[in-house]
Protein backbone atom coordinates (compact mmCIF):
# COMPACT_ATOMS: atom_id res chain seq x y z
CA UNK A 1 0.00 0.00 0.00
CA UNK A 2 1.11 3.17 -1.01
CA UNK A 3 1.89 5.39 1.87
CA UNK A 4 -1.65 7.87 1.62
CA UNK A 5 1.07 11.50 1.26
CA UNK A 6 1.75 11.25 -2.08
CA UNK A 7 0.09 14.18 -3.57
CA UNK A 8 -1.36 13.96 -7.11
CA UNK A 9 -2.14 17.16 -9.20
CA UNK A 10 -4.75 15.74 -11.98
CA UNK A 11 -5.33 18.50 -14.65
CA UNK A 12 -8.06 17.41 -16.54
CA UNK A 13 -11.30 19.63 -17.70
CA UNK A 14 -13.18 16.44 -18.29
CA UNK A 15 -15.54 15.88 -14.88
CA UNK A 16 -16.27 12.82 -16.39
CA UNK A 17 -12.79 11.49 -16.46
CA UNK A 18 -11.50 12.87 -13.16
CA UNK A 19 -14.21 10.65 -11.74
CA UNK A 20 -12.47 7.90 -13.61
CA UNK A 21 -9.30 8.04 -12.08
CA UNK A 22 -10.62 9.09 -8.97
CA UNK A 23 -12.32 5.18 -8.73
CA UNK A 24 -9.37 4.06 -10.30
CA UNK A 25 -6.64 5.25 -7.56
CA UNK A 26 -8.42 7.56 -5.03
CA UNK A 27 -7.39 5.81 -2.41
CA UNK A 28 -3.91 4.91 -2.88
CA UNK A 29 -3.10 8.61 -3.40
CA UNK A 30 -4.12 11.97 -1.96
CA UNK A 31 -5.36 13.67 -5.17
CA UNK A 32 -6.17 17.23 -5.90
CA UNK A 33 -8.23 18.48 -8.90
CA UNK A 34 -8.01 21.20 -11.51
CA UNK A 35 -10.09 21.66 -14.49
CA UNK A 36 -7.35 24.12 -16.30
CA UNK A 37 -3.88 25.30 -16.78
CA UNK A 38 -4.88 27.98 -15.28
CA UNK A 39 -6.35 27.05 -12.18
CA UNK A 40 -3.46 24.01 -11.79
CA UNK A 41 -0.80 26.81 -11.84
CA UNK A 42 -2.35 28.52 -9.08
CA UNK A 43 -2.24 25.66 -6.81
CA UNK A 44 1.14 24.68 -7.60
CA UNK A 45 2.15 28.09 -6.45
CA UNK A 46 0.23 27.68 -3.01
CA UNK A 47 0.92 23.51 -2.47
CA UNK A 48 3.11 20.92 -3.09
CA UNK A 49 2.92 18.22 -4.88
CA UNK A 50 4.71 14.64 -5.70
CA UNK A 51 3.23 14.37 -9.16
CA UNK A 52 0.86 15.61 -12.00
CA UNK A 53 -1.70 13.63 -14.01
CA UNK A 54 -2.42 15.68 -17.08
CA UNK A 55 -4.18 15.64 -19.66
CA UNK A 56 -2.87 16.60 -22.66
CA UNK A 57 -6.03 18.85 -24.12
CA UNK A 58 -6.97 21.74 -21.49
CA UNK A 59 -9.87 24.59 -22.34
CA UNK A 60 -6.59 27.43 -21.67
CA UNK A 61 -3.36 25.66 -22.85
CA UNK A 62 -1.87 22.32 -24.50
CA UNK A 63 -0.53 19.75 -22.59
CA UNK A 64 3.12 20.34 -24.06
CA UNK A 65 3.03 24.01 -23.16
CA UNK A 66 1.41 23.01 -19.59
CA UNK A 67 5.33 20.88 -19.61
CA UNK A 68 7.00 24.08 -21.00
CA UNK A 69 5.42 26.14 -18.49
CA UNK A 70 5.89 23.68 -15.72
CA UNK A 71 9.74 23.48 -16.26
CA UNK A 72 10.26 26.99 -16.03
CA UNK A 73 8.30 27.74 -13.37
CA UNK A 74 10.41 27.75 -9.94
CA UNK A 75 10.27 25.10 -8.05
CA UNK A 76 7.71 22.83 -9.87
CA UNK A 77 10.87 22.04 -12.25
CA UNK A 78 11.48 18.50 -10.67
CA UNK A 79 7.25 17.53 -10.73
CA UNK A 80 7.47 14.35 -12.93
CA UNK A 81 4.04 14.64 -14.96
CA UNK A 82 2.68 12.04 -16.80
CA UNK A 83 0.69 12.77 -19.55
CA UNK A 84 -2.87 11.50 -20.61
CA UNK A 85 -3.81 11.10 -24.18
CA UNK A 86 -7.04 10.39 -25.81
CA UNK A 87 -7.00 7.42 -28.51
CA UNK A 88 -4.78 8.01 -31.63
CA UNK A 89 -2.54 10.16 -29.42
CA UNK A 90 1.03 8.34 -30.29
CA UNK A 91 2.25 11.43 -31.65
CA UNK A 92 0.96 13.70 -29.01
CA UNK A 93 2.96 11.71 -26.59
CA UNK A 94 5.84 11.50 -28.40
CA UNK A 95 6.09 15.31 -28.25
CA UNK A 96 5.24 15.07 -24.43
CA UNK A 97 8.23 13.16 -23.86
CA UNK A 98 10.30 15.06 -25.81
CA UNK A 99 9.06 18.01 -23.52
CA UNK A 100 10.10 16.28 -20.38
CA UNK A 101 7.05 14.02 -19.59
CA UNK A 102 8.10 11.07 -17.31
CA UNK A 103 5.45 9.13 -18.96
CA UNK A 104 2.16 9.15 -21.13
CA UNK A 105 -1.37 6.55 -21.22
CA UNK A 106 -3.72 6.36 -22.55
CA UNK A 107 -6.97 7.52 -20.96
CA UNK A 108 -8.61 4.45 -23.59
CA UNK A 109 -6.98 1.96 -21.53
CA UNK A 110 -6.15 2.88 -17.92
CA UNK A 111 -6.51 0.81 -14.97
CA UNK A 112 -5.44 1.19 -11.52
CA UNK A 113 -2.43 -1.21 -12.04
CA UNK A 114 -1.26 1.01 -15.24
CA UNK A 115 -1.54 4.24 -13.37
CA UNK A 116 -0.11 3.48 -10.25
CA UNK A 117 2.52 1.81 -12.19
CA UNK A 118 3.37 5.23 -14.26
CA UNK A 119 3.26 7.67 -11.21
CA UNK A 120 5.14 5.43 -9.18
CA UNK A 121 7.90 5.12 -11.76
CA UNK A 122 8.11 8.92 -12.77
CA UNK A 123 8.34 9.98 -9.15
CA UNK A 124 10.88 7.27 -9.02
CA UNK A 125 12.58 8.68 -12.00
CA UNK A 126 12.61 12.27 -11.08
CA UNK A 127 13.83 11.89 -7.57
CA UNK A 128 16.67 9.85 -8.82
CA UNK A 129 17.84 12.37 -11.63
CA UNK A 130 17.75 15.29 -8.70
CA UNK A 131 20.05 13.15 -6.48
CA UNK A 132 22.16 12.30 -9.69
CA UNK A 133 22.28 15.98 -10.53
CA UNK A 134 22.79 17.13 -7.14
CA UNK A 135 25.96 14.98 -6.66
CA UNK A 136 27.51 16.36 -9.88
CA UNK A 137 27.06 19.82 -8.71
CA UNK A 138 28.47 18.59 -5.29
CA UNK A 139 31.45 16.88 -7.22
CA UNK A 140 32.23 19.39 -9.60
CA UNK A 141 32.44 21.89 -6.42
CA UNK A 142 34.36 19.70 -4.40
CA UNK A 143 36.67 19.35 -7.52
CA UNK A 144 37.15 22.98 -8.13
CA UNK A 145 37.48 23.54 -4.23
CA UNK A 146 40.31 20.91 -4.29
CA UNK A 147 41.99 22.17 -7.34
CA UNK A 148 42.26 25.50 -5.90
CA UNK A 149 43.26 24.46 -1.95
CA UNK A 150 46.39 22.49 -4.24
CA UNK A 151 47.27 25.77 -6.26
CA UNK A 152 46.81 27.95 -3.27
CA UNK A 153 48.32 25.31 -0.93
CA UNK A 154 51.42 24.97 -3.26
CA UNK A 155 52.31 28.77 -4.01
CA UNK A 156 51.78 29.11 -0.46
CA UNK A 157 54.50 26.80 0.30
CA UNK A 158 56.78 27.22 -1.99
CA UNK A 159 58.03 30.90 -0.51
CA UNK A 160 58.85 29.68 3.22
CA UNK A 161 60.91 26.54 1.33
CA UNK A 162 62.42 28.72 -0.92
CA UNK A 163 63.74 30.49 2.27
CA UNK A 164 64.59 27.52 3.90
CA UNK A 165 66.65 26.25 0.86
CA UNK A 166 68.52 29.41 0.05
CA UNK A 167 69.66 29.94 3.88
CA UNK A 168 70.47 26.27 4.62
CA UNK A 169 72.80 26.29 1.24
CA UNK A 170 74.00 29.48 2.51
CA UNK A 171 74.59 27.77 5.86
CA UNK A 172 76.76 24.94 4.31
CA UNK A 173 78.58 26.97 1.91
CA UNK A 174 80.20 29.72 4.70
CA UNK A 175 79.69 27.30 7.85
CA UNK A 176 80.61 24.31 6.98
CA UNK A 177 84.51 24.39 8.22
CA UNK A 178 82.86 25.05 11.68
CA UNK A 179 80.73 22.17 12.21
CA UNK A 180 81.50 18.62 13.34
CA UNK A 181 80.73 15.58 11.07
CA UNK A 182 77.40 15.22 12.73
CA UNK A 183 76.32 18.73 11.79
CA UNK A 184 77.44 18.51 8.48
CA UNK A 185 75.61 16.07 7.81
CA UNK A 186 72.66 17.21 9.48
CA UNK A 187 72.51 20.27 7.33
CA UNK A 188 73.14 17.87 3.82
CA UNK A 189 69.85 16.29 4.90
CA UNK A 190 68.01 19.68 5.20
CA UNK A 191 69.09 20.75 1.94
CA UNK A 192 67.95 17.57 0.62
CA UNK A 193 64.71 17.66 2.06
CA UNK A 194 64.25 21.12 1.15
CA UNK A 195 65.01 19.72 -2.87
CA UNK A 196 63.00 16.89 -2.17
CA UNK A 197 59.81 18.85 -1.38
CA UNK A 198 60.10 21.40 -3.51
CA UNK A 199 60.23 19.09 -6.65
CA UNK A 200 57.02 17.57 -4.78
CA UNK A 201 55.21 20.55 -5.11
CA UNK A 202 56.45 21.42 -8.66
CA UNK A 203 55.10 17.87 -9.40
CA UNK A 204 51.74 18.42 -7.54
CA UNK A 205 51.53 21.84 -9.74
CA UNK A 206 51.84 20.11 -13.07
CA UNK A 207 49.82 17.38 -11.76
CA UNK A 208 46.96 19.74 -10.47
CA UNK A 209 47.09 22.06 -13.85
CA UNK A 210 47.02 19.53 -16.28
CA UNK A 211 42.65 19.09 -15.52
CA UNK A 212 42.40 22.70 -16.19
CA UNK A 213 44.12 23.25 -19.57
CA UNK A 214 41.43 22.38 -21.09
CA UNK A 215 42.21 24.63 -24.01
CA UNK A 216 46.06 23.44 -24.26
CA UNK A 217 47.37 23.56 -27.79
CA UNK A 218 47.70 20.66 -30.22
CA UNK A 219 49.21 20.30 -33.72
CA UNK A 220 51.52 17.81 -35.33
CA UNK A 221 54.36 16.86 -32.93
CA UNK A 222 57.64 15.30 -34.08
CA UNK A 223 59.19 13.12 -31.81
CA UNK A 224 62.53 12.93 -32.77
CA UNK A 225 62.39 16.69 -31.65
CA UNK A 226 61.03 15.62 -28.28
CA UNK A 227 63.74 13.38 -27.89
CA UNK A 228 66.13 15.37 -28.65
CA UNK A 229 64.78 18.02 -26.13
CA UNK A 230 64.51 15.71 -23.62
CA UNK A 231 68.02 14.21 -23.83
CA UNK A 232 69.10 18.05 -23.39
CA UNK A 233 67.02 18.36 -20.40
CA UNK A 234 68.64 15.59 -18.84
CA UNK A 235 72.36 16.38 -19.88
CA UNK A 236 74.05 15.51 -16.38
CA UNK A 237 70.98 12.41 -15.53
CA UNK A 238 72.07 10.87 -18.64
CA UNK A 239 75.90 11.50 -18.46
CA UNK A 240 76.55 8.10 -17.55
CA UNK A 241 73.91 6.61 -19.46
CA UNK A 242 73.55 4.62 -22.49
CA UNK A 243 70.69 5.96 -24.78
CA UNK A 244 69.78 4.82 -28.21
CA UNK A 245 66.98 6.30 -29.61
CA UNK A 246 65.44 5.06 -32.99
CA UNK A 247 65.48 7.20 -35.62
CA UNK A 248 63.32 8.73 -37.12
CA UNK A 249 60.69 8.82 -34.78
CA UNK A 250 56.90 9.15 -35.68
CA UNK A 251 55.00 12.34 -35.87
CA UNK A 252 52.14 12.39 -33.58
CA UNK A 253 49.00 14.86 -33.23
CA UNK A 254 48.61 16.16 -29.61
CA UNK A 255 50.41 19.03 -27.13
CA UNK A 256 54.50 19.17 -27.35
CA UNK A 257 54.83 20.13 -23.90
CA UNK A 258 53.00 17.39 -22.40
CA UNK A 259 54.75 14.89 -24.42
CA UNK A 260 58.01 15.69 -23.29
CA UNK A 261 57.25 15.75 -19.94
CA UNK A 262 55.84 12.20 -20.51
CA UNK A 263 58.96 10.97 -22.03
CA UNK A 264 61.44 12.91 -20.01
CA UNK A 265 59.60 11.30 -17.48
CA UNK A 266 60.18 7.87 -18.66
CA UNK A 267 63.68 8.30 -19.66
CA UNK A 268 64.56 9.76 -16.46
CA UNK A 269 63.11 6.92 -14.18
CA UNK A 270 65.13 4.60 -16.70
CA UNK A 271 68.07 5.81 -15.29
CA UNK A 272 67.48 6.08 -11.95
CA UNK A 273 66.16 2.79 -11.44
CA UNK A 274 69.09 1.07 -12.43
CA UNK A 275 71.07 -1.62 -10.83
CA UNK A 276 74.44 -2.85 -10.54
CA UNK A 277 74.83 -2.63 -14.55
CA UNK A 278 75.50 0.66 -16.03
CA UNK A 279 72.12 1.88 -17.60
CA UNK A 280 71.41 0.83 -20.77
CA UNK A 281 67.93 2.93 -22.42
CA UNK A 282 66.24 2.12 -25.88
CA UNK A 283 63.80 3.68 -27.54
CA UNK A 284 61.87 1.91 -30.16
CA UNK A 285 58.61 2.66 -32.17
CA UNK A 286 55.74 -0.33 -33.34
CA UNK A 287 53.66 1.15 -36.43
CA UNK A 288 49.38 -0.21 -36.10
CA UNK A 289 46.89 0.52 -37.98
CA UNK A 290 45.86 3.53 -35.75
CA UNK A 291 48.37 4.29 -33.53
CA UNK A 292 51.93 4.50 -32.68
CA UNK A 293 53.32 2.79 -29.66
CA UNK A 294 56.83 4.81 -28.34
CA UNK A 295 59.07 1.47 -25.96
CA UNK A 296 61.15 3.17 -23.51
CA UNK A 297 63.29 -0.05 -22.48
CA UNK A 298 65.43 -0.10 -19.27
CA UNK A 299 68.12 -2.84 -18.36
CA UNK A 300 67.75 -1.17 -14.31
CA UNK A 301 66.30 -3.34 -11.30
CA UNK A 302 62.81 -3.80 -12.85
CA UNK A 303 59.34 -3.80 -11.06
CA UNK A 304 57.42 -7.12 -9.90
CA UNK A 305 54.52 -7.82 -10.98
CA UNK A 306 52.37 -7.97 -8.34
CA UNK A 307 53.48 -4.26 -7.61
CA UNK A 308 52.76 -2.45 -11.12
CA UNK A 309 49.50 -1.39 -10.11
CA UNK A 310 50.68 0.69 -8.06
CA UNK A 311 53.09 2.74 -9.86
CA UNK A 312 50.79 4.71 -11.85
CA UNK A 313 49.04 5.29 -8.93
CA UNK A 314 49.29 8.91 -7.09
CA UNK A 315 52.83 8.68 -5.01
CA UNK A 316 52.76 4.56 -5.61
CA UNK A 317 56.44 4.23 -4.70
CA UNK A 318 58.18 0.81 -4.59
CA UNK A 319 61.20 2.02 -2.59
CA UNK A 320 62.12 4.57 -0.10
CA UNK A 321 63.44 7.78 -1.08
CA UNK A 322 66.95 7.28 0.57
CA UNK A 323 67.73 4.44 -2.08
CA UNK A 324 65.90 6.32 -4.72
CA UNK A 325 64.67 9.71 -4.55
CA UNK A 326 61.96 11.05 -5.79
CA UNK A 327 57.95 11.82 -5.11
CA UNK A 328 55.90 9.07 -6.68
CA UNK A 329 54.03 11.47 -9.06
CA UNK A 330 55.93 11.21 -12.16
CA UNK A 331 54.49 7.93 -13.46
CA UNK A 332 50.31 9.32 -12.34
CA UNK A 333 51.83 12.49 -14.34
CA UNK A 334 52.39 10.21 -17.29
CA UNK A 335 49.12 8.49 -17.37
CA UNK A 336 47.35 11.54 -17.20
CA UNK A 337 48.85 12.84 -20.06
CA UNK A 338 48.68 9.72 -22.00
CA UNK A 339 44.80 10.21 -20.99
CA UNK A 340 44.73 13.31 -22.54
CA UNK A 341 46.05 11.97 -25.74
CA UNK A 342 43.81 9.15 -25.67
CA UNK A 343 46.20 6.90 -25.35
CA UNK A 344 47.66 4.22 -23.61
CA UNK A 345 50.70 3.48 -20.67
CA UNK A 346 51.50 -0.11 -19.37
CA UNK A 347 54.60 -1.63 -18.21
CA UNK A 348 55.99 -5.21 -18.69
CA UNK A 349 58.96 -5.86 -16.25
CA UNK A 350 61.28 -8.72 -15.12
CA UNK A 351 62.79 -8.19 -11.52
CA UNK A 352 66.11 -7.77 -11.64
CA UNK A 353 66.57 -7.83 -15.84
CA UNK A 354 64.96 -4.32 -16.98
CA UNK A 355 61.76 -2.70 -17.64
CA UNK A 356 60.05 -1.52 -20.80
CA UNK A 357 57.22 1.18 -20.66
CA UNK A 358 54.96 1.37 -23.65
CA UNK A 359 53.02 4.03 -24.67
CA UNK A 360 50.24 3.90 -27.18
CA UNK A 361 49.41 7.00 -29.11
CA UNK A 362 46.71 7.72 -32.10
CA UNK A 363 48.35 8.68 -35.23
P1 LIG B 1 59.22 8.49 -8.65
O1 LIG B 1 60.15 8.21 -9.78
O2 LIG B 1 59.21 9.93 -8.24
O3 LIG B 1 59.38 7.56 -7.49
P2 LIG B 1 57.13 7.63 -10.44
O4 LIG B 1 55.68 7.87 -10.37
O5 LIG B 1 57.86 8.09 -11.64
O6 LIG B 1 57.73 8.26 -9.13
O7 LIG B 1 57.38 6.08 -10.28
C1 LIG B 1 56.67 5.36 -9.29
C2 LIG B 1 57.45 4.12 -8.87
O8 LIG B 1 57.49 3.20 -9.96
C3 LIG B 1 58.90 4.40 -8.55
O9 LIG B 1 59.06 4.84 -7.23
C4 LIG B 1 59.53 3.03 -8.79
O10 LIG B 1 59.31 2.21 -7.67
C5 LIG B 1 58.71 2.48 -9.95
N1 LIG B 1 59.40 2.72 -11.25
C6 LIG B 1 59.14 3.70 -12.13
N2 LIG B 1 59.91 3.59 -13.22
C7 LIG B 1 60.69 2.50 -13.02
C8 LIG B 1 61.70 1.86 -13.79
N3 LIG B 1 62.07 2.28 -15.01
N4 LIG B 1 62.27 0.75 -13.27
C9 LIG B 1 61.91 0.28 -12.04
N5 LIG B 1 60.97 0.85 -11.27
C10 LIG B 1 60.35 1.94 -11.75
Same mark, same amino acid.
Request: proline residues 4%; charged residues 30%; glycine residues 6%.
Given at each position: ????????L??????????????????? #????????????????????????? &????????????????L? /??????????????????????V?????????????????????E????????????? !?????? /??????????M??????????????????????????????????AE????????V??????????T????????D??? /? &?????? !?LS???????????G???????D???P??????????????????????????????P?L??? /??????????????? %?I??????? #?????L???????????????????????????? %????V???P %?? %????S?????
Amino acid at each position: MNPPNVRILLIDDDRVDRRAVRRLIGER #YDITEAENARTAFELLSREAFDCVL &LDYRLPDATGVEVLDQLA /TSNGASSLPVVMLTGSGGEQIAVNAMKSGAADYLSKDTLDAYLLEHAIEYAIYRKTTE !DQLARY /TTDLERANSEMKQFVHTVSHDLKEPLWSIRLFARRLREKYRSHLDAEGSTQLDFIVDSAETMSQLITDLLAYARLDDDS /T &LPTGKV !DLSVVFERVQRNLTGVLEDVDLDVEEPLPIVPGNESLLMLLFQNLVSNGAKFRGERRPHLEVT /TEEEEKSWVIHVRDN %GIGIPKEAQ #YKIFQLFGRLHSSDIYPGTGLGLSLCKKIVNRHK %GEIWVESVP %GA %GSTFSVRLPR
